[in-house]
T-cell receptor, first 110, second 115 residues
Framework: DAKTTQPTSMDCAEGRAANLPCNHS???????VYWYRQIHSQGPQYIIH???NNETNEMASLIITEDRKSSTLILPHATLRDTAVYYC???????????FGTGTLLAVQP | NAGVMQNPRHLVRRRGQEARLRCSPM?????VYWYRQLPEEGLKFMVY????????ESGMPKERFSAEFPKEGPSILRIQQVVRGDSAAYFC?????????????FGPGTRLTVL
């Protein structure tokens, strides 16, 4: 079973910031928080990851709480092309396999 | 640097036939993973391979499914005697040699339809 919980769906207006939350209260010390997204049955696309510090790249920002029990993915200026299912996944520890939950369906509205 | 490549992109088989799905990892990547996504369901891990070795096959069905990643050439996921329930999207991912926290990069998938 996935060790993360995410809202099933969210809406966001085009051009606004999209903030996607993720809870991972049982995260282990050596597990990273990874975010992927899947646009309409395409292959999952890597977005960003972090261990304990906040991270930013050209796609998004990742905010991880100090206790590491939750995180937020921020898409600063959402576009229609950002409509996708977003997955928050813990990676590391004893296994390499990714365990996908149900993710959050982000619908960007015009 | 080309991404992960999978072929064919679409494959149609009749019940009882064999399906072979190929995955070429990104250049420099020696770890390959296969995931399956059944219609209207989430992605499920199947198998993790390194060159010539199966590292974790905990997600593979016990019968009819096999995977290999030879020293030369692509990784192959083989499904023998396909049934309608095998219809799904099969995604391959690769990562560089290194710790379990390395990023996995996914291919576009092979959509298998069993008639």
């Amino acid at each position: 079973d996935a060790k993360t919980t995410q809202p099933t769906s969210m809406d966001c207006a085009e051009g606004r910031a999209a903030n996607l939350p993720c809870n991972h209260s049982t995260i282990s010390g050596n597990e990273y928080v990874y975010w992927y997204r899947q646009i309409h049955s395409q292959g999952p696309q890597y977005i960003i990851h972090g261990l304990k510090n906040n991270e930013t790249n050209e796609m998004a920002s990742l905010i991880i709480t100090e206790d590491r029990k939750s995180s937020t993915l921020i898409l600063p200026h959402a576009t229609l092309r950002d409509t996708a299912v977003y997955y928050c996944i813990l990676q590391g520890g004893a296994t390499n396999k990714l365990i996908f939950g149900t993710g959050t369906l982000l619908a960007v509205q015009p | 640097n080309a991404g992960v490549m999978q072929n064919p992109r679409h494959l149609v088989r009749r019940r009882g036939q064999e399906a072979r799905l190929r995955c070429s990892p990104m250049k420099g990547h020696s770890h390959v993973y296969w995931y399956r996504q059944l219609p209207e369901e989430g992605l499920k891990f199947m198998v993790y391979l390194q060159k010539e070795n199966i590292i974790d096959e905990s997600g593979m069905p016990k019968e009819r499914f096999s995977a290999e990643f030879p020293k030369e050439g692509p990784s192959i996921l083989r499904i023998q005697q396909v049934v309608r329930g095998d219809s799904a999207a099969y995604f391959c991912a690769s990562s560089p040699p290194g710790p379990s926290t390395d990023t996995q990069y996914f291919g576009p998938g092979t959509r298998l339809t069993v008639l």
